[in-house]
């Protein structure tokens, strides 16, 4: 009876700690659907793509996380035209056939909102993955933490179909 008891107690205190653990984590969602997430220890990064609706070239602008916070860090797009400036961040340059302003460090705070075009193709990247964005949709992309019993209902959801 004691073995049960002390099997009973570390079940429960495992119980808590997957309940009350919290990870960091960008979550990406519509219609209040998570439709990717991003779970990290430091600091995370991600991409919007997109083709731009009049020109039809791709645009793609890069996120970091940083205390919980994402900042615009750097874009880089094919075109250079009217309504882009021409002095983001603390370089301007030409490489592979893109235009690159680095370094522009904008903060943009806990939360992202972008809308989807009908035929601009959005994206979602990360270093190992690649989310289409459905079409005419509003996104939000946050920050934040959650359980790690969250986390594992997440993965058992949306990666394991």
Same mark, same amino acid.
Not at 14 to 39: H, Q, R
Not at 147 to 158: P, Q, V
């Given at each position: 009876?004691?073995?049960?008891?002390?099997?009973?107690?570390?079940?429960?205190?495992?119980?808590?700690?997957?309940?009350?653990?919290?990870?960091?984590?960008?979550?990406?969602?519509?219609?209040?659907?998570?439709?990717?997430?991003?779970?990290?220890? +430091?600091?995370?990064?991600?991409?919007?793509?997109?083709?731009?609706?009049?020109?039809?070239?791709?645009?793609?602008?890069?996120?970091?996380?940083?205390?919980?916070?994402?900042?615009?860090?750097?874009? +880089?797009?094919?075109?250079?035209?009217?309504?882009?400036?021409?002095?983001?961040?603390?370089?301007?340059?030409?490489?592979?056939?893109?235009?690159?302003?680095?370094?522009?460090?904008?903060?943009?705070?806990?939360?992202?909102?972008?809308?989807?075009?009908?035929?601009?193709?959005?994206?979602?990247?990360?270093?190992?993955?690649?989310?289409?964005?459905?079409?005419?949709?509003?996104?939000?992309?946050?920050?934040?933490?959650?359980?790690?019993?969250?986390?594992?209902?997440?993965?058992?959801?949306? +990666?394991? +179909?």
């Amino acid at each position: 009876m004691k073995k049960l008891y002390w099997i009973l107690a570390i079940f429960i205190l495992l119980l808590f700690s997957i309940m009350w653990n919290f990870i960091s984590v960008v979550m990406v969602s519509t219609d209040g659907k998570a439709e990717a997430a991003i779970f990290y220890s +430091r600091d995370a990064s991600f991409s919007i793509r997109w083709q731009h609706s009049v020109e039809k070239e791709d645009w793609e602008e890069i996120f970091v996380v940083k205390d919980d916070q994402i900042v615009l860090k750097d874009t +880089r797009f094919k075109t250079f035209g009217a309504g882009v400036p021409n002095d983001a961040g603390k370089d301007t340059f030409i490489k592979d056939g893109w235009v690159y302003m680095t370094d522009i460090d904008q903060l943009i705070g806990k939360e992202l909102a972008i809308t989807t075009g009908r035929s601009t193709n959005h994206s979602f990247l990360t270093e190992d993955s690649k989310t289409p964005l459905s079409a005419s949709k509003h996104y939000q992309i946050s920050t934040g933490k959650i359980s790690l019993w969250e986390a594992a209902g997440y993965f058992m959801t949306n +990666r394991m +179909r």
